[in-house]
C-alpha cells in the first residue's frame, strides 16, 4: 500500500493497519482486501457494484470497516451497498472516501448506503468524507443514505466532511416505527468555490420514535452550502432540528429547516443560526499567546467536533 493511500485511510477511518474484525476496502473501483466474521458477512453484489454486509441477529461488540478510496484521476463511479442489520445486534459500522486527484481530470465517487434495522437493533455509524491532491480536477463525492427502521431500533449516525471536497450533494431519508430513536450529526466545512448541499428527511412514523438532528457547519472563501433538514412527525413522537453555521470570507450559507406536525401528539421543534466568529472568542484566545489564524483554527475545530 503506498504512502497515498495509508494517508486516505487514516483521515477517512482512522486506520493505521488492517482492522480487526470485519471490513471491506475499496480502491479505485476494485476490492482490494476484505474480510468476513462467524456474525457478520460480507458478499458482493452481482448485479450492480457495491456489497451487502449481513449482521446475524444478536451480534455485540463487533465493527465493520468499509472505507472507499481513489487515486486515479478521471475516475468515476456508483456504489451500492447494503446493510442488513439483525434483531437486536449492536454494531459500529465505520464508512467513508477518501480522493487524492494529482491530475486535469474530476474524480468522483457516488455512493447509496441503505439500511435495514431490526428491532431492538442499535447501530453506530461514522461516515467521513476527505479530499486531497495537487492537481486541477475536481473531487465530487454525492453520498445517499436511506434508512429503514423497524420497532424499538436505535441509529446515531456521524458524517462529516473536513476539506478538500469540491462539490457534494448529500441525502438522507429515515423511517423510523414506533420506539425508534435517530441521532444525526453532520459536520460540514468547505473553503475556495466549494459548494456543499444536505437534504435530510426524517419521517417519524411509529407512536414514541425520536430525533435529534444537529448540523454544524464552516463556509470560509467563496465557498456555499445549501442546507435543507426535514421531519415529519407521522405518530406522537418528539423531534429536534439544529443547525448552525460560520461563515467567513465571502462564504455563502443558506438553512431551511422545516418541522411538519401531522399528529395532534407530535412534538417538533427546529432551530437554524448563521454568523460570523465572535471577536471576544478571538479576542480571549489570542490573549492567551495564539495568533488570530491560530485563534480562529482552535475555535473553528472545537465548533465542528
Given at each position: 500500500m503506498t504512502e497515498i493511500e495509508k494517508n486516505l485511510l487514516r483521515e477517512i477511518a482512522d486506520l493505521h493497519k488492517i482492522p480487526e474484525g470485519a471490513y471491506n476496502i475499496r480502491k479505485d473501483g476494485e476490492l482490494s482486501g476484505r474480510n468476513s466474521t462467524e456474525h457478520i458477512e460480507i458478499v458482493s453484489k452481482t448485479d450492480v457494484p457495491g456489497i451487502d454486509i449481513y449482521i446475524k441477529p444478536g451480534t455485540k461488540n463487533e465493527s465493520v470497516h468499509i472505507p472507499v478510496i481513489i487515486t486515479k484521476t478521471g475516475h468515476s463511479e456508483m456504489v451500492y451497498n447494503d446493510f442488513h442489520i439483525g434483531e437486536g445486534a449492536d454494531v459500529l459500522i465505520v464508512a467513508g472516501c477518501g480522493i487524492h486527484n494529482s491530475g486535469c481530470d474530476t474524480s468522483q465517487h457516488d455512493g447509496i448506503?441503505?439500511?435495514?434495522?431490526?428491532?431492538?437493533?442499535?447501530?453506530?455509524?461514522f461516515e467521513k468524507h476527505y479530499g486531497e491532491g495537487e492537481g486541477t480536477g475536481e473531487r465530487i463525492m454525492n453520498p445517499k443514505t436511506v434508512i429503514h427502521m423497524e420497532e424499538n431500533s436505535y441509529i446515531e449516525l456521524d458524517m462529516a466532511q473536513i476539506r478538500g471536497v469540491d462539490s457534494t450533494r448529500r441525502e438522507t431519508v429515515v423511517d423510523a416505527a414506533a420506539g425508534c430513536e435517530v441521532v444525526l450529526l453532520e459536520r460540514l466545512l468547505t473553503h475556495d468555490k466549494q459548494k456543499a448541499s444536505s437534504d435530510m428527511v426524517i419521517n417519524l412514523n411509529g407512536e414514541g420514535s425520536r430525533t435529534r438532528v444537529i448540523s454544524r457547519s464552516v463556509a470560509q472563501d467563496?465557498?456555499?452550502?445549501?442546507?435543507?433538514?426535514?421531519?415529519?412527525?407521522?405518530?406522537?413522537?418528539?423531534?429536534?432540528?439544529?443547525?448552525?453555521?460560520?461563515?467567513?470570507?465571502?462564504?455563502?450559507?443558506?438553512?431551511?429547516?422545516?418541522?411538519?406536525?401531522?399528529?395532534?401528539?407530535?412534538?417538533?421543534?427546529?432551530?437554524?443560526?448563521?454568523?460570523?466568529?465572535?471577536?471576544?472568542?478571538?479576542?480571549?484566545?489570542?490573549?492567551?499567546?495564539?495568533?488570530?489564524?491560530?485563534?480562529?483554527?482552535?475555535?473553528?475545530?472545537?465548533f465542528l467536533k
Amino acid at each position: 500500500m503506498t504512502e497515498i493511500e495509508k494517508n486516505l485511510l487514516r483521515e477517512i477511518a482512522d486506520l493505521h493497519k488492517i482492522p480487526e474484525g470485519a471490513y471491506n476496502i475499496r480502491k479505485d473501483g476494485e476490492l482490494s482486501g476484505r474480510n468476513s466474521t462467524e456474525h457478520i458477512e460480507i458478499v458482493s453484489k452481482t448485479d450492480v457494484p457495491g456489497i451487502d454486509i449481513y449482521i446475524k441477529p444478536g451480534t455485540k461488540n463487533e465493527s465493520v470497516h468499509i472505507p472507499v478510496i481513489i487515486t486515479k484521476t478521471g475516475h468515476s463511479e456508483m456504489v451500492y451497498n447494503d446493510f442488513h442489520i439483525g434483531e437486536g445486534a449492536d454494531v459500529l459500522i465505520v464508512a467513508g472516501c477518501g480522493i487524492h486527484n494529482s491530475g486535469c481530470d474530476t474524480s468522483q465517487h457516488d455512493g447509496i448506503h441503505t439500511f435495514y434495522v431490526g428491532k431492538h437493533a442499535r447501530v453506530k455509524y461514522f461516515e467521513k468524507h476527505y479530499g486531497e491532491g495537487e492537481g486541477t480536477g475536481e473531487r465530487i463525492m454525492n453520498p445517499k443514505t436511506v434508512i429503514h427502521m423497524e420497532e424499538n431500533s436505535y441509529i446515531e449516525l456521524d458524517m462529516a466532511q473536513i476539506r478538500g471536497v469540491d462539490s457534494t450533494r448529500r441525502e438522507t431519508v429515515v423511517d423510523a416505527a414506533a420506539g425508534c430513536e435517530v441521532v444525526l450529526l453532520e459536520r460540514l466545512l468547505t473553503h475556495d468555490k466549494q459548494k456543499a448541499s444536505s437534504d435530510m428527511v426524517i419521517n417519524l412514523n411509529g407512536e414514541g420514535s425520536r430525533t435529534r438532528v444537529i448540523s454544524r457547519s464552516v463556509a470560509q472563501d467563496d465557498s456555499v452550502q445549501v442546507f435543507r433538514p426535514i421531519v415529519n412527525g407521522n405518530a406522537p413522537c418528539f423531534g429536534h432540528v439544529q443547525c448552525d453555521s460560520i461563515i467567513m470570507g465571502h462564504g455563502k450559507v443558506r438553512s431551511v429547516p422545516a418541522i411538519s406536525a401531522n399528529h395532534v401528539d407530535a412534538q417538533l421543534i427546529h432551530e437554524a443560526a448563521i454568523g460570523r466568529i465572535a471577536g471576544d472568542q478571538l479576542l480571549k484566545l489570542m490573549t492567551l499567546g495564539l495568533s488570530e489564524e491560530e485563534a480562529e483554527e482552535k475555535i473553528l475545530t472545537g465548533f465542528l467536533k
